[in-house]
């Protein structure tokens, strides 16, 4: 998804660029607001998480088990709490919000694009 490439940027000109809004920036700034440390429970996450709107859609979101569960076992991985600024909460959250944050993968997997070469591919 070009949104998402490397600089998040289109260069359309010598004078400026046109640059998108990270929706899931948004998502991440909404819960640290809420929780105020770099890491949490997974009940902490999931009382903040199930009152957020999905973008096109009405009505909070709702998990599945198997989504809490996958939260659940990021926080056994890391002695009972979620790391909010690792790649496994970042792939939780891709699937809480696909429409919205993009998945990680895992370095080295895939390159990136910058907008002239995605252009020309």
Known sequence: ?????????????????VCCMDACDY??????RVVRAPSATPQDILNVILTMTPAGRLGNVT???ALV????EVAQHH????PMHGRLFAQWLHFVF????PYPH??????SLTDKAWFEA
């Open 1 to 17: 998804n070009y949104v998402y490439m490397h600089a998040n940027c289109l260069d359309v000109s010598e004078f400026y660029d």
């Open 27 to 32: 998502r991440l700034s909404e819960l640290e």
């Open 63 to 65: 998990l599945s088990a």
């Open 69 to 72: 569960k996958k939260l659940e």
């Open 79 to 82: 002695g009972g709490v979620v």
């Open 98 to 101: 696909p429409q919205e944050c």
């Open 106 to 111: 895992i370095s080295g997997t895939v390159t």
